[in-house]
């Protein structure tokens, strides 16, 4: 009977039954619904569908554990006698006379446990109110626990958002008296403010845009241990800027970068008196060629890289009686000679080739990726040297090797050359003797 009903008032109520089942005295008809089973009225009766029903002590106990019915009650209407039998799926009939008189000699009280006892030993269907009432004070304290570590969170958010408006009016008031690129980019929106003033910077507003961009792509890879960076951009005109882009790292819990505010500083000038100064460390300054220290640089940079198949030419040159000039038509004259022989050196050989003044009137020509010893000599023939003639000790590199071994062999071949005459050129060959 479901919970709600009273016992005492059962004579208009709605009657579970069971279909092909035979219908109790004095159930009206009418007031019957029939289901094909017991455990369906017995849900029935469990929502409310109908008021009461009837049932045997096992089947009422068997689905009242199996499926932990909250809202029946049962009240027990009298002892019904009973007949208990075995059922077996072969037709043997003295098996099934022999069960049966087993069952016969049991005393009735004995038998009707011992059906009770089978009849509730049953693996129990789990539902949420059996969950809930089992374990309501674990689940109300992990659903407290999220609730709390979700509010923290919102609260923590919160807070780091008016963090980051303080800071943001604070940058705004900067830019208002500098004329400075202020900017703030959020990583999650993929949103990118600028300050005004930051426009001035810029030509145009397809350079401040293509700035903009450069910048967005360097700020995706930024290391939030080392946020300063320097970006070029192309402008318009042809010339490049020079930004320098200074950062501030916003971090969420998990120390990641949720958004960076920064400014951009051109140093374009700047950049361009430290190459230029760069460039004159590098450059002898009386022929604009490279210096000793810088020809040696990069002469072994590329001897570490000389790759297999591939054949350079290192190139000592050295003017024949030098010294006479500056004797008898004093130093400045000397001087002239010199920068005369370095623009014609730059002339005869290809941009990609190193040509250096490694002191006094000695010079140098490394050559990469020669095709012949050919190609080389040609750089000779008809050679303007003006007022002075040249001595060349040439060596080929076909592996990899110090640049004191090179500008040894080249050596020896520049001292047989200058042995030879003036104006000579000497390849030098392994265990060969060297060759004009």
């Given at each position: 009977?479901?919970?709600?009903?009273?016992p005492?008032?059962?004579?208009?109520?709605?009657f579970?039954?069971?279909?092909?089942?035979?219908?109790?005295d004095?159930?009206?008809?009418?007031?019957?619904?029939?289901?094909?089973?017991?455990?369906?009225?017995?849900?029935?009766?469990?929502?409310?569908?109908?008021?009461?029903g009837?049932?045997?002590?096992?089947?009422?106990?068997?689905?009242?554990?199996?499926?932990?019915?909250?809202n029946?009650?049962?009240?027990?209407?009298?002892?019904?006698?009973?007949?208990?039998?075995?059922?077996?799926?072969?037709?043997?009939?003295?098996?099934?006379?022999?069960?049966?008189?087993?069952?016969?000699?049991?005393?009735p009280?004995?038998?009707?446990?011992?059906?009770?006892?089978?009849?509730?030993?049953i693996?129990?269907?789990?539902?949420?109110s059996?969950?809930?009432?089992?374990?309501?004070?674990?689940?109300?304290?992990?659903?407290?626990?999220?609730?709390s570590?979700i509010?923290?969170?919102?609260?923590?958010?919160?807070?780091?958002?008016?963090?980051?408006?303080?800071?943001?009016?604070?940058?705004?008031?900067?830019?208002?008296?500098?004329?400075?690129?202020?900017?703030?980019?959020?990583?999650?929106?993929?949103n990118f403010?600028?300050?005004?003033?930051?426009r001035?910077?810029?030509?145009?507003?397809?350079?401040?845009y293509?700035?903009?961009?450069?910048?967005?792509?360097?700020?995706?890879?930024?290391?939030?241990?080392?946020?300063?960076?320097?970006?070029?951009?192309?402008?318009?005109?042809?010339e490049v800027?020079?930004?320098?882009?200074?950062?501030?790292?916003?971090?969420?819990?998990r120390?990641?970068?949720?958004?960076?505010?920064?400014?951009?500083?051109?140093?374009?000038?700047?950049?361009?008196?430290?190459?230029?100064?760069?460039?004159?460390?590098?450059?002898?300054?009386?022929?604009?060629?490279?210096?000793?220290?810088?020809?040696?640089?990069?002469?072994?940079e590329?001897?570490?890289?000389?790759?297999?198949?591939?054949?350079?030419?290192?190139?000592?040159?050295?003017?024949?009686?030098?010294?006479?000039?500056n004797?008898?038509y004093?130093?400045?004259?000397?001087?002239?000679?010199?920068?005369?022989?370095?623009?014609?050196?730059?002339?005869?050989?290809?941009?990609?080739?190193?040509?250096?003044?490694?002191?006094?009137?000695?010079?140098?020509?490394?050559?990469?990726?020669?095709?012949?010893?050919?190609?080389?000599?040609?750089?000779?023939?008809g050679?303007?040297?003006?007022?002075?003639?040249?001595?060349?000790?040439?060596?080929?590199?076909?592996?990899?090797?110090?640049?004191?071994e090179?500008?040894?062999?080249?050596?020896?071949?520049?001292?047989?050359?200058?042995?030879?005459?003036?104006?000579?050129?000497v390849?030098?060959e392994?265990?060969k003797?060297?060759?004009?």
């Amino acid at each position: 009977m479901n919970s709600s009903v009273e016992p005492s008032e059962l004579a208009n109520k709605v009657f579970a039954g069971i279909k092909g089942g035979i219908l109790p005295d004095g159930i009206k008809e009418e007031n019957v619904i029939y289901f094909d089973s017991r455990e369906e009225s017995l849900n029935a009766v469990e929502s409310g569908l109908a008021d009461y029903g009837y049932g045997n002590t096992f089947s009422v106990a068997y689905y009242s554990l199996l499926n932990g019915y909250k809202n029946i009650i049962t009240i027990p209407r009298g002892i019904e006698p009973r007949e208990y039998g075995i059922a077996i799926k072969s037709d043997d009939l003295i098996l099934v006379s022999i069960l049966n008189k087993s069952i016969d000699l049991i005393d009735p009280n004995q038998l009707h446990a011992v059906i009770l006892e089978a009849s509730t030993k049953i693996d129990r269907k789990i539902t949420f109110s059996m969950i809930m009432d089992e374990y309501w004070i674990e689940i109300s304290i992990s659903v407290g626990l999220v609730f709390s570590i979700i509010l923290i969170s919102f609260l923590y958010n919160l807070r780091t958002n008016k963090q980051l408006k303080l800071q943001n009016k604070k940058y705004e008031a900067l830019a208002h008296i500098s004329n400075e690129f202020f900017y703030q980019y959020d990583f999650t929106s993929d949103n990118f403010q600028v300050s005004y003033q930051g426009r001035e910077l810029f030509n145009s507003e397809s350079d401040l845009y293509k700035a903009i961009s450069i910048l967005k792509e360097a700020l995706k890879n930024l290391d939030a241990e080392n946020c300063n960076m320097n970006i070029r951009v192309p402008l318009e005109n042809g010339e490049v800027k020079v930004l320098r882009s200074i950062n501030y790292c916003v971090m969420d819990e998990r120390k990641h970068i949720v958004s960076i505010i920064g400014k951009l500083s051109d140093i374009s000038k700047e950049e361009a008196e430290k190459e230029d100064l760069l460039f004159k460390a590098q450059i002898d300054g009386l022929t604009c060629l490279y210096n000793a220290e810088t020809t040696r640089k990069l002469i072994s940079e590329r001897l570490d890289f000389v790759g297999d198949g591939e054949q350079d030419a290192f190139i000592l040159i050295d003017c024949d009686d030098f010294k006479e000039i500056n004797d008898s038509y004093g130093h400045l004259t000397g001087n002239t000679v010199l920068k005369k022989l370095a623009e014609v050196l730059k002339a005869a050989f290809r941009k990609a080739d190193i040509i250096g003044r490694i002191g006094g009137d000695d010079f140098c020509v490394y050559m990469m990726k020669i095709p012949s010893v050919d190609f080389v000599k040609q750089r000779f023939e008809g050679l303007d040297t003006p007022f002075v003639t040249v001595s060349t000790g040439i060596v080929l590199i076909n592996e990899q090797c110090s640049f004191e071994e090179m500008f040894k062999k080249a050596d020896e071949a520049l001292y047989q050359a200058k042995g030879s005459g003036k104006g000579k050129v000497v390849i030098y060959e392994e265990k060969k003797g060297n060759r004009l």
